[in-house]
């Protein structure tokens, strides 16, 4: 497809259960990005992939969270021993960074619910 | 550290009328400024930028919006609204120099009433 794609849509797990939530970018864009929306939080950055640099894991909350970008494309974000603040949605954004200045494409999320 | 404010939750227009969204900023150095559009159940989706040049920028479906330096501003404005604006708009910001992830507003919701 054209866009960025997510699955799944929607993930309902129990408390403790690890998750994995993958993201596919807009074929030949560099820059990949996760972010995380919730009511109480608004839209936060968690992670940032370039190329094949070091990612930007500022925005990771605890070490529960993680990521790989695997071929430059396709990324999995892993949470583990889920708790009930981790339930949101989930956003993936690419761009091309070919330019700096270029707006990121997101995807349609992966709404996260924790029992 | 660079942060967005869009001091209203919630603005309602009459379709027709003209709508603003206000938006402030604060980051180091030049900003770069986006705008993005989110429907129920979607992502986001990127309605316009700044980057230098023109104060006034122009986006998708009618959208243009102000950027004023004295002011750290970057509203977003349509000269005639539709029912179907109504959505959830951010405001977003990044430096020219540093982290390349975006800081978001808190969003205001757009009702456009018939």
């Known amino acids: 497809g054209a866009g960025v794609s997510q699955s799944p849509s929607n993930k309902v797990t129990e408390k403790g259960k690890d998750v994995e939530l993958r993201c596919d970018p807009i074929?030949?864009?560099?820059?990949l990005y996760w972010y995380r929306q919730s009511l109480g939080q608004g839209l936060e950055f968690l992670i940032y992939?370039?190329?094949?640099?070091?990612?930007?894991k500022s925005g990771l909350p605890s070490d529960r969270f993680s990521a790989e970008r695997t071929g430059g494309s396709v990324s999995t974000l892993t949470i583990q021993r889920t708790q009930q603040e981790d339930s949101a949605v989930y956003l993936c954004a690419s761009s091309s960074q070919t330019v700096s200045n270029q707006p990121q494409h997101f995807g349609d999320g992966t709404r996260l619910s924790i029992l | 550290a660079q942060s967005v404010a869009q001091p209203e939750d919630q603005v309602n227009v009459a379709e027709g009328n003209p709508l603003t969204v206000k938006c402030t900023y604060s980051?180091?150095?030049?900003?770069?400024l986006f705008w993005y559009v989110q429907y129920p159940n979607r992502g986001l989706q990127f309605l316009l930028k700044?980057?230098?040049?023109?104060?006034l920028v122009k986006g998708s479906y009618g959208f243009e919006a102000e950027f004023n330096k004295s002011q750290t501003s970057f509203h977003l404005k349509k000269p005639s609204a539709l029912v179907s604006d109504s959505a959830l708009y951010f405001c977003a910001v990044r430096s020219h120099t540093g982290r390349r992830a975006l800081t978001f507003g808190s969003g205001t919701r757009l009702q456009v009433q018939p």
């Open positions: 700044y980057i230098t040049g023109d104060n």
């Open positions: 074929s030949g864009h560099t820059a």
């Open positions: 980051v180091s150095g030049n900003p770069y």
């Open positions: 992939f370039q190329g094949n640099s070091a990612p930007d």
